[in-house]
C-alpha cells in the first residue's frame, strides 16, 4: 500500500515538472514572437538567465494560478456569470503580470494587453499537456475531474455498492432526430449503447423499442433500449420537465399563457413563474420530486426536489446559501484557471462560428430563415459551450461524489434548432459534440465510487417550417386583431424566441425574463384581446371577462373571430368552451366537433395522427385553458408546422416531429412500458422513472395507490 502511494506522488510529481517545463518553453516561444513581451533587460541577457527567468515565471504563474485563482472567482461569485467570462482573460493577465514582477531578476515584463495573450496561451498549453498526462492514469484522471466539480463533496465517505442513475436530458432532440444520427454516425456513442456500432458505424443490432439487438454483423451486444414516447398537446420543456421531475404537469397549457384570476402572464422560463409551477405541482402530488432523496438537479428549469441545485431556474430568484444557489455551479467550474480560459476561447469560438455559418445561410437566400442577428451569436454561444461545459462538470462531481439520482438538462441543440432548423448541419454538428459529452460522462462512470446507470431521454423534438408571419405576412396577432374588426398596425411587433437558453443567460445576467411586446400584468378594464405563442400553439385571452369564454359569448362580442381563424389555411384548428357541448374544436368549412366526440369523428384533427383527441381533451380540462386556443397547420407529407414565434424549428403544439420524444435506458432496467402499449405524456414518464429508481434500491419517492396501479 505505501509503495503504491509513494508510486502515485511520484507520478504526480512528474507530471506537474512536465507541465512547468512545456510552460517554460510556451512562455520562451512568445517571449521570441511578441514584441511586447520580455524577458531579458534592455541590456541584453544570456541564454541561461534567460531560461531561468522564464522557469521561474512559469512556476510563479502556475503557483498563484492554483492558489489565487478559487480565490478570486469566489470573491466574483456575486457577479453575473456571462461578465465573469469576459474577466477570465484579464484576470489570468493580471496573475502573470505579479508573476514576472516575482522573478528575482526583475527584468521581466509584458504590456497589460500581451499579459493576457500570454496568460491564456500558457494556461491551455499547461491545460491540454496535464489532460494528456493523465490520459493513462486512472488517480490522476480521477483528481482532474473531481476539480471540474464541486470541491466540498470530495470528503464524503464512499458511496453504496447500489447503483446510481443519471438522467441527462438532450432538450429538443426528437426520436427521428436521434436515430438519423446514429445512421449518419454523428453519435458513435449512441449507436455502441444500441449496439449499432462496428467500427465504421454501422451495425445490425436493433436496440430499439423492447426489443434486443442481435449483435451480429460485427456490431456490439446492445446496453441499451431506444423507446419513443409521446409529449403532451404542450410539447414544451416547461411541461415535459415538469411532469417528469415533479410528476405533475397539470394546467400547463402552454409555454406562455394567460391567467384571469391572477391577471398575470405565466412564462415558463420566467423564474417567478417555474417557481410558482414547481409549488403547484408539489401540492398537487404531495411530494417533493423524483429527486428528493440524495439527488441533483443541474441546468433545469425545475428542482425536481433535490438536495444539490445548480443552475436551476425555479430558485434564481431565491435567497439560498451560496453554495446551493442557481449560480453556484458557476464557481465549480471556472474556479479551475484552465477550464474558465478553454470555455471562454471556445465561447468566441462558437459566437464567430454562428456569424459565420448565419453569413453563409443569407448568402445562399436559404429558405425557410429567421433573423440570427443582435444578441443571438452570444445565446448560442452560452448554451453550446458556456452552459453545457458547466452542467456536464456538475455531473461529473455528482458521479464522483457517489450521488444516488443525478437530473441534468443540455439544451444545446435545442437552441440551435429553433434559428438553424432541426435537420441541419448547423444542429447536427451540435449532436456530434454532445455525443462526446455523454462518452466523457460514461468515463467517470468508470472512476465514480459506485456503478451508475445512465439514462438519456428528451422532452419534446422539434418540427420544421417556416413561420406563420413569413408564409402570410402577418402574425397571429395580426390576424386575431382583424378578427375582432380592430386596427392592424403596418408594422406589428415580432414574437421572439422564447427559448430556454435565452432565460438561462438573463438569470446568469440577473436580467427578468420579460419577453417584447409581453405585458406581465395586463389590465382586466381592456377589452383588446392578449394573444400569445409557444411554438405553433397560439394562445387568444379576453382579460376584461374573469371567466373562460364560450363559443357562444365569442360570437356575440366578435362574430367573425372564430370563422376568421378557423379558416385561415394556416390554421389547423381552434378548440373552444361551449355552452352546448363543454368544448368544440373547430376547423375549416364550418367543422365543429364536439371534444367527447371526437374518438369517433376527430375532424381537422385527423391529420395529426393517434393521440391528439385525448391530448385536446386534457388540456381542455385545464381551469387556465385560454379563452381560444389554436394550433397552426400541420402538413403530415414533409412534416411541416407554422411557427407563431419567429423559429424555423419549433414546439409547443401538435404536429410532425415535435410530439415524439425518445427514452434511452439501460438494459438493467424494465421495459418503459409492455409490449403493445405506449409512454404517453410527461407524467408517465415521471412514474417510469420512478419505477427504475426503485429498481436501483434508490430514492424511495412516496407513491400514491392509484399511481402505483398505474405503475403495475
Given at each position: 500500500?505505501?509503495?503504491?502511494?509513494?508510486?502515485?506522488?511520484?507520478?504526480?510529481?512528474?507530471?506537474?515538472?512536465?507541465?512547468?517545463?512545456?510552460?517554460?518553453?510556451?512562455?520562451?516561444?512568445?517571449?521570441?514572437?511578441?514584441?511586447?513581451?520580455?524577458?531579458?533587460?534592455?541590456?541584453?541577457?544570456?541564454?541561461?538567465?534567460?531560461?531561468?527567468?522564464?522557469?521561474?515565471?512559469?512556476?510563479?504563474?502556475?503557483?498563484?494560478?492554483?492558489?489565487?485563482?478559487?480565490?478570486?472567482?469566489?470573491?466574483?461569485?456575486?457577479?453575473?456569470?456571462?461578465?465573469?467570462?469576459?474577466?477570465?482573460?484579464?484576470?489570468?493577465?493580471?496573475?502573470?503580470?505579479?508573476?514576472?514582477?516575482?522573478?528575482?531578476?526583475?527584468?521581466?515584463?509584458?504590456?497589460?494587453?500581451?499579459?493576457?495573450?500570454?496568460?491564456?496561451?500558457?494556461?491551455?498549453?499547461?491545460?491540454?499537456?496535464?489532460?494528456?498526462?493523465?490520459?493513462?492514469?486512472?488517480?490522476?484522471?480521477?483528481?482532474?475531474?473531481?476539480?471540474?466539480?464541486?470541491?466540498?463533496?470530495?470528503?464524503?465517505?464512499?458511496?453504496?455498492?447500489?447503483?446510481?442513475?443519471?438522467?441527462?436530458?438532450?432538450?429538443?432532440?426528437?426520436?427521428?432526430?436521434?436515430?438519423?444520427?446514429?445512421?449518419?454516425?454523428?453519435?458513435?456513442?449512441?449507436?455502441?449503447?444500441?449496439?449499432?456500432?462496428?467500427?465504421?458505424?454501422?451495425?445490425?443490432?436493433?436496440?430499439?423499442?423492447?426489443?434486443?439487438?442481435?449483435?451480429?454483423?460485427?456490431?456490439?451486444?446492445?446496453?441499451?433500449?431506444?423507446?419513443?414516447?409521446?409529449?403532451?398537446?404542450?410539447?414544451?420543456?416547461?411541461?415535459?420537465?415538469?411532469?417528469?421531475?415533479?410528476?405533475?404537469?397539470?394546467?400547463?397549457?402552454?409555454?406562455?399563457?394567460?391567467?384571469?384570476?391572477?391577471?398575470?402572464?405565466?412564462?415558463?422560463?420566467?423564474?417567478?413563474?417555474?417557481?410558482?409551477?414547481?409549488?403547484?405541482?408539489?401540492?398537487?402530488?404531495?411530494?417533493?420530486?423524483?429527486?428528493?432523496?440524495?439527488?441533483?438537479?443541474?441546468?433545469?428549469?425545475?428542482?425536481?426536489?433535490?438536495?444539490?441545485?445548480?443552475?436551476?431556474?425555479?430558485?434564481?430568484?431565491?435567497?439560498?446559501?451560496?453554495?446551493?444557489?442557481?449560480?453556484?455551479?458557476?464557481?465549480?467550474?471556472?474556479?479551475?484557471?484552465?477550464?474558465?480560459?478553454?470555455?471562454?476561447?471556445?465561447?468566441?469560438?462558437?459566437?464567430?462560428?454562428?456569424?459565420?455559418?448565419?453569413?453563409?445561410?443569407?448568402?445562399?437566400?436559404?429558405?425557410?430563415?429567421?433573423?440570427?442577428?443582435?444578441?443571438?451569436?452570444?445565446?448560442?454561444?452560452?448554451?453550446?459551450?458556456?452552459?453545457?461545459?458547466?452542467?456536464?462538470?456538475?455531473?461529473?462531481?455528482?458521479?464522483?461524489?457517489?450521488?444516488?439520482?443525478?437530473?441534468?438538462?443540455?439544451?444545446?441543440?435545442?437552441?440551435?434548432?429553433?434559428?438553424?432548423?432541426?435537420?441541419?448541419?448547423?444542429?447536427?454538428?451540435?449532436?456530434?459534440?454532445?455525443?462526446?459529452?455523454?462518452?466523457?460522462?460514461?468515463?467517470?462512470?468508470?472512476?465514480?465510487?459506485?456503478?451508475?446507470?445512465?439514462?438519456?431521454?428528451?422532452?419534446?423534438?422539434?418540427?420544421?417550417?417556416?413561420?406563420?408571419?413569413?408564409?402570410?405576412?402577418?402574425?397571429?396577432?395580426?390576424?386575431?386583431?382583424?378578427?375582432?374588426?380592430?386596427?392592424?398596425?403596418?408594422?406589428?411587433?415580432?414574437?421572439?424566441?422564447?427559448?430556454?437558453?435565452?432565460?438561462?443567460?438573463?438569470?446568469?445576467?440577473?436580467?427578468?425574463?420579460?419577453?417584447?411586446?409581453?405585458?406581465?400584468?395586463?389590465?382586466?378594464?381592456?377589452?383588446?384581446?392578449?394573444?400569445?405563442?409557444?411554438?405553433?400553439?397560439?394562445?387568444?385571452?379576453?382579460?376584461?371577462?374573469?371567466?373562460?369564454?364560450?363559443?357562444?359569448?365569442?360570437?356575440?362580442?366578435?362574430?367573425?373571430?372564430?370563422?376568421?381563424?378557423?379558416?385561415?389555411?394556416?390554421?389547423?384548428?381552434?378548440?373552444?368552451?361551449?355552452?352546448?357541448?363543454?368544448?368544440?374544436?373547430?376547423?375549416?368549412?364550418?367543422?365543429?366537433?364536439?371534444?367527447?366526440?371526437?374518438?369517433?369523428?376527430?375532424?381537422?384533427?385527423?391529420v395529426f395522427g393517434p393521440g391528439a383527441a385525448d391530448a385536446v381533451r386534457r388540456t381542455?380540462?385545464?381551469?387556465?385553458?385560454?379563452?381560444?386556443?389554436?394550433?397552426?397547420?400541420?402538413?403530415?407529407?414533409?412534416?411541416?408546422?407554422?411557427?407563431?414565434?419567429?423559429?424555423?424549428?419549433?414546439?409547443?403544439?401538435?404536429?410532425?416531429?415535435?410530439?415524439?420524444?425518445?427514452l434511452l435506458s439501460p438494459l438493467a432496467f424494465s421495459a418503459p412500458a409492455d409490449d403493445?402499449?405506449?409512454?404517453?405524456?410527461?407524467?408517465?414518464?415521471?412514474?417510469?422513472?420512478?419505477?427504475?429508481?426503485?429498481?436501483?434500491?434508490?430514492?424511495?419517492?412516496?407513491?400514491?395507490?392509484?399511481?402505483?396501479?398505474?405503475?403495475?
Amino acid at each position: 500500500m505505501r509503495g503504491r502511494r509513494w508510486r502515485r506522488v511520484a507520478s504526480q510529481v512528474g507530471r506537474s515538472i512536465t507541465v512547468w517545463a512545456v510552460s517554460t518553453v510556451t512562455m520562451l516561444v512568445l517571449a521570441g514572437i511578441l514584441p511586447d513581451f520580455q524577458l531579458q533587460s534592455a541590456d541584453g541577457d544570456s541564454a541561461t538567465r534567460i531560461a531561468i527567468t522564464a522557469a521561474l515565471g512559469a512556476g510563479a504563474f502556475g503557483l498563484l494560478s492554483a492558489l489565487v485563482w478559487p480565490l478570486l472567482v469566489r470573491l466574483l461569485l456575486l457577479v453575473p456569470a456571462l461578465v465573469l467570462g469576459t474577466l477570465v482573460f484579464f484576470l489570468n493577465g493580471s496573475l502573470l503580470i505579479i508573476a514576472l514582477r516575482l522573478v528575482p531578476s526583475g527584468d521581466s515584463e509584458a504590456a497589460p494587453e500581451t499579459a493576457v495573450i500570454v496568460a491564456a496561451v500558457m494556461s491551455a498549453v499547461a491545460s491540454g499537456t496535464g489532460a494528456a498526462l493523465a490520459v493513462r492514469d486512472d488517480d490522476a484522471y480521477r483528481r482532474r475531474l473531481y476539480r471540474l466539480a464541486d470541491r466540498r463533496r470530495r470528503a464524503l465517505p464512499p458511496g453504496p455498492s447500489s447503483p446510481g442513475t443519471v438522467f441527462l436530458q438532450l432538450d429538443g432532440v426528437g426520436h427521428d432526430v436521434l436515430l438519423d444520427a446514429v445512421g449518419k454516425d454523428l453519435m458513435p456513442t449512441v449507436a455502441r449503447w444500441l449496439g449499432k456500432s462496428n467500427g465504421n458505424g454501422t451495425g445490425t443490432g436493433d436496440g430499439i423499442g423492447h426489443g434486443i439487438g442481435d449483435g451480429t454483423g460485427g456490431s456490439a451486444r446492445p446496453t441499451h433500449r431506444l423507446t419513443p414516447w409521446r409529449t403532451d398537446w404542450s410539447s414544451q420543456t416547461g411541461a415535459s420537465q415538469l411532469g417528469i421531475l415533479h410528476g405533475s404537469n397539470h394546467d400547463v397549457p402552454a409555454f406562455r399563457w394567460y391567467e384571469k384570476a391572477g391577471r398575470e402572464v405565466m412564462v415558463c422560463n420566467r423564474p417567478t413563474s417555474a417557481a410558482e409551477l414547481q409549488r403547484r405541482a408539489i401540492d398537487r402530488t404531495g411530494d417533493g420530486g423524483l429527486l428528493t432523496a440524495d439527488g441533483a438537479s443541474r441546468g433545469n428549469l425545475f428542482s425536481g426536489g433535490a438536495d444539490e441545485q445548480a443552475l436551476v431556474l425555479s430558485i434564481a430568484t431565491k435567497r439560498r446559501p451560496r453554495e446551493n444557489r442557481s449560480r453556484a455551479g458557476y464557481f465549480a467550474y471556472f474556479s479551475d484557471p484552465a477550464n474558465a480560459v478553454r470555455t471562454a476561447l471556445s465561447f468566441i469560438a462558437e459566437v464567430g462560428r454562428e456569424i459565420g455559418q448565419s453569413t453563409r445561410a443569407r448568402a445562399r437566400k436559404a429558405r425557410p430563415r429567421v433573423s440570427r442577428g443582435g444578441l443571438y451569436p452570444f445565446v448560442r454561444a452560452f448554451a453550446t459551450v458556456v452552459e453545457r461545459d458547466v452542467v456536464v462538470a456538475a455531473v461529473m462531481g455528482d458521479m464522483l461524489a457517489g450521488r444516488t439520482s443525478v437530473y441534468a438538462d443540455l439544451v444545446a441543440y435545442d437552441e440551435v434548432a429553433h434559428h438553424s432548423g432541426p435537420f441541419s448541419h448547423d444542429a447536427e454538428k451540435v449532436l456530434e459534440r454532445l455525443d462526446r459529452a455523454l462518452a466523457l460522462i460514461e468515463n467517470v462512470a468508470e472512476h465514480a465510487p459506485r456503478p451508475y446507470r445512465i439514462v438519456v431521454l428528451s422532452d419534446h423534438g422539434q418540427s420544421p417550417g417556416e413561420t406563420f408571419r413569413a408564409r402570410y405576412g402577418l402574425g397571429l396577432g395580426d390576424l386575431v386583431r382583424a378578427g375582432c374588426g380592430l386596427p392592424v398596425p403596418r408594422k406589428a411587433q415580432r414574437t421572439h424566441s422564447g427559448a430556454e437558453a435565452r432565460a438561462a443567460v438573463r438569470a446568469a445576467l440577473r436580467i427578468p425574463v420579460e419577453e417584447g411586446g409581453e405585458r406581465h400584468r395586463p389590465s382586466r378594464r381592456s377589452s383588446e384581446p392578449i394573444v400569445l405563442a409557444s411554438g405553433n400553439l397560439g394562445l387568444v385571452s379576453f382579460p376584461d371577462v374573469p371567466h373562460r369564454m364560450t363559443k357562444e359569448e365569442i360570437d356575440a362580442r366578435h362574430p367573425a373571430l372564430l370563422t376568421t381563424l378557423a379558416n385561415h389555411p394556416g390554421v389547423g384548428f381552434l378548440l373552444v368552451r361551449s355552452e352546448r357541448h363543454g368544448g368544440v374544436v373547430l376547423g375549416a368549412y364550418g367543422a365543429e366537433i364536439p371534444v367527447d366526440r371526437l374518438d369517433d369523428d376527430p375532424g381537422p384533427l385527423e391529420v395529426f395522427g393517434p393521440g391528439a383527441a385525448d391530448a385536446v381533451r386534457r388540456t381542455h380540462s385545464f381551469p387556465n385553458a385560454a379563452d381560444i386556443m389554436v394550433n397552426s397547420a400541420y402538413d403530415p407529407a414533409d412534416g411541416e408546422v407554422l411557427a407563431f414565434e419567429e423559429q424555423i424549428g419549433s414546439h409547443g403544439g401538435l404536429g410532425g416531429a415535435q410530439g415524439k420524444a425518445f427514452l434511452l435506458s439501460p438494459l438493467a432496467f424494465s421495459a418503459p412500458a409492455d409490449d403493445g402499449e405506449e409512454v404517453v405524456g410527461a407524467e408517465h414518464v415521471h412514474r417510469v422513472l420512478r419505477r427504475w429508481l426503485r429498481e436501483s434500491d434508490g430514492p424511495q419517492v412516496p407513491v400514491t395507490r392509484r399511481e402505483d396501479q398505474r405503475a403495475a
